[in-house]
């Protein structure tokens, strides 16, 4: 599994995968991304990275600092910490593992840099199969919060945890 970040090349794929019943039904009323606008931008905010299986690419997912993500999208959130979104591209490759090794992989670049005390998540109410697979990983339920006019729920994994799994694997 390797991440490496989403090049103006990966757009017409992401709309493919836009398409997709698992993947439009996991974005909520606003959908996912505007690839168009998002591929080509340099932030230092933020990051959209591709999860490549021998080469293949198999998924996205977006890390943010979501204190200086300039929509402000998590509202009055603290310092030092990331928040995650995540998707597979292909129903075929949906339950085979390849979502845990990008969690994993994506966890492991949050906290590369010492000052990252959290990783924050927040799936749809609703998304059941995405809330098993978080607290799986190892993340613990925050509260429940809406997001623009979806039911959300969010999620943690703070440091301590994910040193905690590390040592475990
Ligand atoms: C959530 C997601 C990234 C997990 O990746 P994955 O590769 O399917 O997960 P893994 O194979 O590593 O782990 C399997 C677990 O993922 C969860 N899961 C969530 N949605 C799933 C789906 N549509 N199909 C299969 N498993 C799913 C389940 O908890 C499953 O465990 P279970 O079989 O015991 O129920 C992936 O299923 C996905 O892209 N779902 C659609 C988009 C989405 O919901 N993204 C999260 C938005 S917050």
Redesign the pocket.
């Known amino acids: 599994m390797r991440l490496r970040p989403a090049r103006v090349d990966d757009i017409a794929m992401l709309k493919r995968w836009d398409e997709k019943p698992?993947?439009a039904?996991?974005?909520g009323d606003g959908g996912w991304y505007d690839w168009d606008r998002e591929i080509p931008r340099e932030a230092d905010w933020g990051e959209l990275l591709i999860a490549e299986e021998d080469g293949r690419p198999?998924?996205v997912l977006e890390i943010i600092d979501p204190a200086r993500e300039p929509t402000r999208y998590w509202g009055d959130v603290g310092e030092s910490l990331r928040a995650i979104?995540?998707?597979?591209?292909e129903?075929a490759?949906?339950?085979?593992?390849?979502?845990?090794?990008?969690?994993r992989a994506a966890l492991a670049r949050c906290f590369a840099a010492p000052d990252v005390k959290a990783v924050l998540?927040?799936?749809?109410e609703s998304?059941?199969?995405?809330?098993?697979?978080?607290?799986?990983?190892g993340f613990h339920f925050v509260e429940a919060r809406v997001f623009g006019t979806d039911p959300?729920v969010v999620y943690r994994l703070d440091r301590a945890d994910f040193e905690a799994l590390a040592g475990r694997s």
């Open positions: 698992h993947v039904s996991a974005g198999v998924g979104d995540i998707w597979i591209g129903e490759d949906l339950g085979r593992g390849l979502g845990t090794q990008m969690m998540i927040d799936p749809l998304n059941a199969g995405a809330r098993r697979f978080y607290e799986r990983v959300c």
